[in-house]
């Protein structure tokens, strides 16, 4: 009886009361900002006869999909490949750490990323440098242009891929590991028969994700792309704002942005939820592979640990090799430093709020414990869970063009408003993130919690700090990470807004790159990295150990 | 006394149409037995009673009082289910202490009582041990001591001990007849084992065709 779904005169005597009114009440404020912006930015699109050719926007679309399908195509390659390397090479030295690596390369800041390359494949780089050494000429490779677009996309999203496809194939029931064993499957086969269709659930929605994020990239084009002819709309975007001050033509390309990216974020809606059946991850020993299999996972682990490593490992020694006393005393860097945590810290306190008072209202809207099923209740969750995934729509550029085009139409001085816009930003481009990672938790404590609970009358606070709060405390620490780092990479929001007052590390960090300030730059990325992966593997640890010192 | 007066449920999804009427009196220190096949409402009966369902019609009561339109927290009935009796993540003696006071915030005469349910269920050297760690005999143990603190005169019993072996399943039984006898308990006692109908209740009762027909203990 406990697993029926649809109710007929079944009704629920526990009424959700106001438990869906904190999410329902962040949901329409959020969705009010973004419809504000929306409206911003169209009337400030359509307000002036178009200076903008069709030519040019079809060329800065084309080439924006284009390096987005090359990136995600190269990144999904590189990925599976990792993923499967490490799916059957479960023990060897070292596999926690480039797990450990493959999780923060996803959070790096892009402008961190983008200078450690620069100083591994750049003109001066070590690549060429070798070269050099070695065959007494250049090599010609050049770092800036569609190459370099390219492989930093490639090296900033083949890791989320493969995280994503490696917690599937861990997941793969061992029995169906030991049927393919006894049917001596060979590596090719059990792929096929066993891998493939594990994999095959998570591809569409991971490859989805991926090229939205090449398609909107922003600070990798701006410092790799090199010339105009690599521009993306996301950076023409950027340019008509901040060079050119022509709101109309930016507007234009936020409009067709936006139209593409909520195309994109329909049709990944629109997927068929195909599930397969996953498992906790076991470290169930499996087979020897023979020994070319083995070969190829050995040479991927090794090309990957040194792909992955020679960028951050360059920006370790550059940093290192900075004047790092100076750059510490700067009241400029201290300024960057302090308001880069400061915004970090609120935009992550904010987005835990709003994400956990989202899934909340998701989850008790669709118990049937709680909420007496109706059309409306079906409506709200539906609109709910949809604006989850929605902001993925909406780039942070476009957001901050429109905050920029609202904020130029109000009759005062709108300069002290620049960091709310920016935590605004952050909340809403690790929402999506957020709620994927609570929604699954909460469904799964009310599932197993919610007939005990209401039994034993425990609610509100005391239902929060006994069964929320411990059931949800590792993901709150893990997402608590995510949205702090993501936050503190940003170089979107910043651009447009960012100035000698109101300045934050990466926005240091691209105006010394800008100035040709190297060694000043490279400093800052070694405080970024340190932080960031201080922080990402830190945080959630000191979270789950407060926790165990407090029971 | 728990009474069911002509408790009607009717259910549909879009496979099965289901009616169900229940009539039924369990005197304090008795145990009436379910048994049935699998969707013939057993849990279902249980789920009313304990405030998941509301039923379309008919009354509950509880000595006499009204329980129908109380919100599962606020019904005098203790239910164990079939698992998830605990939450994992606290102590035994949290686990047990929340049948008396869920701010854990405890009186010393509270302390006492959850030392005396745990004494009485065999686990007081587990008090301070992780719930997690318990064996399902001894959670099942622990929800008991829950129930026995929570001191309310119904004790509901979903397939607690499906999932057992059959000789903790018996220490199990044992434990639970004591209990009612001590506590005056008006017990329903839901199964798909008539052996356990046979062991411990004073009524026996198979669900068919959506009502209760009397069987023999």
């Known amino acids: 009886m406990a697993g029926r779904s649809a109710l007929g005169k079944r009704t629920a005597i526990i009424r959700p009361g106001l438990s869906i009114y904190p999410g329902l009440m962040v949901s329409v404020l959020l969705l009010l900002l973004v419809c504000a912006v929306f409206v911003a930015v169209i009337t400030t699109g359509l307000e002036q006869n178009t200076a903008l050719s069709f030519d040019g926007v079809g060329r800065l679309l084309a080439f924006t999909t284009a390096q987005a399908t090359a990136s995600t195509l190269s990144a999904l390659l590189l990925g599976t490949l990792l993923a499967w390397s490490l799916n059957h090479r479960r023990h060897f030295k070292g596999r926690r750490i480039l797990l450990a690596l493959l999780s923060v390369s996803m959070v790096l800041p892009t402008v961190v990323t983008a200078l450690g390359l620069i100083t591994v494949l750049g003109r001066n780089g070590w690549v060429n440098q070798g070269h050099l050494w070695l065959f007494g000429q250049d090599s010609g490779l050049s770092i800036y242009g569609i190459g370099g677009i390219l492989i930093a996309h490639t090296w900033l999203n083949a890791p989320f891929i493969s995280r994503g496809l490696l917690h599937r194939l861990e997941g793969i029931p061992v029995e169906r590991l030991k049927l393919a064993a006894s049917l001596r499957l060979s590596p090719w086969q059990r792929f096929k028969i066993v891998e493939w269709p594990a994999l095959s659930v998570a591809t569409p929605g991971l490859v989805m994700t991926v090229f939205l994020l090449c398609f909107t990239s922003f600070s990798i084009v701006l410092i790799l792309g090199g010339s105009p002819n690599f521009n993306t709309l996301e950076v023409a975007i950027f340019e008509a704002v901040k060079l050119e001050f022509d709101l109309t033509r930016a507007a234009m390309l936020a409009l067709v942005q936006l139209g593409v990216c909520g195309f994109l974020v329909m049709l990944a809606a629109s997927l068929p939820q195909r599930s397969s059946a996953i498992a906790p991850p076991s470290f169930f020993h499996m087979w020897p592979d023979p020994i070319a299999a083995r070969a190829i996972q050995t040479t991927v682990i090794v090309f990957f640990s040194l792909i992955l490593t020679a960028p951050l490992s360059a920006v370790v020694m550059d940093g290192l090799h900075g004047d790092i006393f100076k750059i510490l005393q700067d009241r400029l860097f201290r300024q960057a430093f302090l308001t880069s945590l400061i915004i970090a810290g609120l935009s992550s306190v904010l987005t835990i709020a709003c994400a956990l008072a989202i899934a909340a209202t998701r989850r008790n809207l669709g118990s049937n414990l709680r909420t007496r099923q109706s059309n409306l209740s079906w409506l709200v969750g539906w609109l709910i869970s949809f604006m989850g995934t929605g902001y993925l729509a909406m780039p942070s550029i476009v957001l901050g063009l429109g905050f920029f085009v609202i904020f130029q139409n109000l009759p005062m001085d709108t300069d002290h408003l620049a960091p709310l816009v920016l935590i605004l930003a952050n909340v809403l481009m690790a929402l999506p993130f957020a709620l994927v990672v609570f929604f699954p938790a909460m469904q799964k404590s009310g599932q197993r919690y919610d007939k005990l609970a209401f039994s034993l009358n425990i609610r509100g606070l005391a239902r929060w700090r006994l069964i929320d709060w411990p059931s949800l405390r590792s993901e709150i620490g893990f997402v608590s990470a995510l949205s702090f780092c993501l936050s503190l990479g940003d170089l979107g929001v910043i651009a447009l807004f960012g100035n000698r007052d109101f300045i934050t590390l990466p926005w240091l960090l691209y105006q010394n790159l800008g100035s040709y300030r190297t060694a000043d730059a490279s400093v800052i990325a070694l405080v970024l990295l340190v932080l960031v992966t201080s922080v990402f593997l830190l945080l959630p640890a000191l979270v789950e150990k407060r926790h165990h010192a407090g029971t | ?217």
Do not use: W
């Not at chain 2, 369990?26 to 509301?54: N, P, Q, V, W, Y």
């Open chain 2, 1 to 217: 006394m728990l009474e069911l007066e002509n408790i009607i449920f009717h259910y549909e999804d879009g496979t099965q149409i289901a009616d169900y009427c229940f009539d039924l009196k369990i005197k304090t220190g008795e145990i009436a037995g379910i048994t049935g096949r699998s969707g013939s409402g057993k849990s279902t009966c249980i789920d009313i009673i304990s405030g998941f369902l509301s039923a379309n019609s008919g009354r509950i009561l509880v000595d006499g009082q009204e329980i129908g339109q109380l919100p599962p927290g606020l019904r005098p009935v203790t239910v164990l289910f079939q698992k998830n009796n605990l939450f994992d993540h606290l102590l035994v003696h949290q686990n047990v202490a929340l049948g008396i006071n869920t701010s854990l915030n405890l009186s010393k005469n509270e302390k006492r009582a959850i030392t005396e349910a745990l004494e009485r269920v065999g686990l007081e050297h587990l008090k301070d041990a992780p719930s997690q760690r318990l064996s399902g005999g001894e959670q099942q143990r622990v929800a008991l001591a829950r129930s026995l603190v929570a001191n309310r005169p119904v004790l509901l019993l979903d397939e607690p001990f499906s999932a057992l072996d059959a000789e903790v399943r018996e220490e199990m039984l044992s434990l639970v007849r004591g209990i009612v006898s001590d506590k005056n308990l008006a017990t329903l006692l839901v199964t798909h084992d008539v052996n356990d109908c046979h062991k411990i209740a004073n009524n026996h009762y198979d669900l068919k065709d959506g009502a209760f027909v009397v069987r023999s203990v």
